[in-house]
């Protein structure tokens, strides 16, 4: 048995109908960091907190879920690193402190951005634990299966009542079901759109992001890459910038991500 602020928590048969503190909160999750538990059949190594202070079992992802999410995170990344807008992209190993009026919550989304202005002003405590100042980010993606209308249910609640509340900073959310090829688009203020399955912009909250569907379907495709015209094999190409010469896709995508996309702070 493990302590947390001095109380004594048996990380191994914890008790879902009492409240936790947010410091209780954080200790459980890093602890499940090297264990896993089985609540109702479902392997769990994390939770999110209610409004309550109760916990929120989360159920680990399958494979091909998890390989989607890590593609949407490189391509939002990519973006935010390309076009400079130094902002903050997140998976749901961050959570963040929504305020829902009569409580605080925690919740994990699948993907998150947080601008540019909320990223840079964060203090150590927001930084590293939840004992900070809340925040929030302004863009949201939960993947999930929502073939049946209860789980497409949760999901819809959770946007609506969770991360568009007054007080939060979410203007744009996507809820994403690579398997049943769904993809549905929210903004504050409007009606939910039923977008289809393809491509997908960020409009105004994310200016030129585009999230390309066709990355997603290859990824969870199982098939090898083939570039059409690979250089590879030691033949040169010049960098367009700086006239550096590299031989591997690879090398050049790094090098002006490097050297090009933007400059690096130096640390003292």
Same mark, same amino acid.
């Given at each position: 048995?493990?302590?947390?602020?001095?109380?004594?928590?048996?990380?191994?048969?914890?008790?879902?109908?009492?409240?936790?503190?947010?410091?209780?909160?954080?200790?459980?999750?890093?602890?499940?960091?090297?264990?896993?538990?089985?609540?109702?059949?479902?392997?769990?190594?994390?939770?999110?907190?209610?409004?309550?202070?109760?916990?929120?079992?989360?159920?680990?992802?399958?494979?091909?879920?998890?390989?989607?999410?890590?593609?949407?995170?490189?391509?939002?990344?990519?973006?935010?690193?390309?076009? !400079? #807008? &130094?902002?903050?992209?997140?998976?749901?190993?961050?959570?963040?402190? $929504?305020? /829902?009026?009569? %409580?605080?919550?925690? +919740?994990?989304?699948?993907?998150?951005?947080?601008?540019?202005?909320?990223?840079?002003?964060?203090?150590? !405590? #927001? &930084?590293?634990?939840?004992?900070?100042?809340?925040?929030?980010?302004? $863009?949201? /993606?939960?993947? %999930?299966?929502?073939? +049946?209308?209860?789980?497409?249910?949760?999901?819809?609640?959770?946007?609506?009542?969770?991360?568009?509340?007054?007080?939060?900073?979410?203007?744009?959310?996507?809820?994403?079901?690579?398997?049943?090829?769904?993809?549905?688009?929210?903004?504050?203020?409007?009606?939910?759109?039923?977008?289809?399955?393809?491509?997908?912009?960020?409009?105004?909250?994310?200016?030129?992001?585009?999230?390309?569907?066709?990355?997603?379907?290859?990824?969870?495709?199982?098939?090898?890459?083939?570039?059409?015209?690979?250089?590879?094999?030691?033949?040169?190409?010049?960098?367009?910038?700086?006239?550096?010469?590299?031989?591997?896709?690879?090398?050049?995508?790094?090098?002006?991500?490097?050297?090009?996309?933007?400059?690096?702070?130096?640390?003292?």
């Amino acid at each position: 048995m493990l302590k947390a602020n001095d109380k004594k928590i048996d990380v191994n048969n914890l008790n879902l109908d009492r409240s936790y503190t947010l410091e209780e909160f954080e200790f459980i999750n890093d602890q499940l960091k090297t264990r896993t538990l089985e609540i109702d059949g479902q392997p769990i190594n994390l939770f999110e907190l209610d409004k309550n202070g109760k916990l929120i079992p989360m159920p680990q992802s399958p494979y091909s879920r998890g390989i989607v999410v890590a593609e949407i995170v490189r391509q939002l990344c990519g973006w935010n690193i390309w076009t !400079k #807008q &130094n902002g903050g992209v997140t998976s749901s190993q961050r959570g963040f402190d $929504f305020d /829902v009026g009569d %409580g605080r919550m925690i +919740s994990a989304p699948d993907v998150a951005y947080t601008s540019k202005e909320t990223h840079c002003s964060l203090n150590e !405590k #927001q &930084n590293w634990s939840f004992r900070g100042e809340p925040f929030t980010p302004v $863009f949201v /993606v939960e993947v %999930g299966n929502i073939s +049946s209308y209860s789980k497409f249910e949760e999901l819809d609640k959770k946007f609506k009542d969770i991360y568009f509340v007054n007080g939060t900073s979410v203007q744009l959310e996507w809820l994403i079901d690579p398997e049943s090829k769904k993809i549905y688009v929210y903004k504050r203020g409007q009606c939910r759109i039923n977008h289809g399955w393809k491509d997908v912009d960020g409009g105004d909250f994310l200016p030129r992001f585009t999230l390309e569907i066709w990355k997603i379907e290859h990824a969870i495709a199982q098939q090898e890459s083939v570039s059409p015209e690979p250089i590879e094999n030691n033949t040169p190409h010049n960098c367009p910038y700086c006239l550096e010469t590299l031989t591997s896709i690879y090398d050049m995508i790094n090098h002006i991500e490097s050297k090009h996309a933007y400059k690096r702070r130096r640390i003292d």
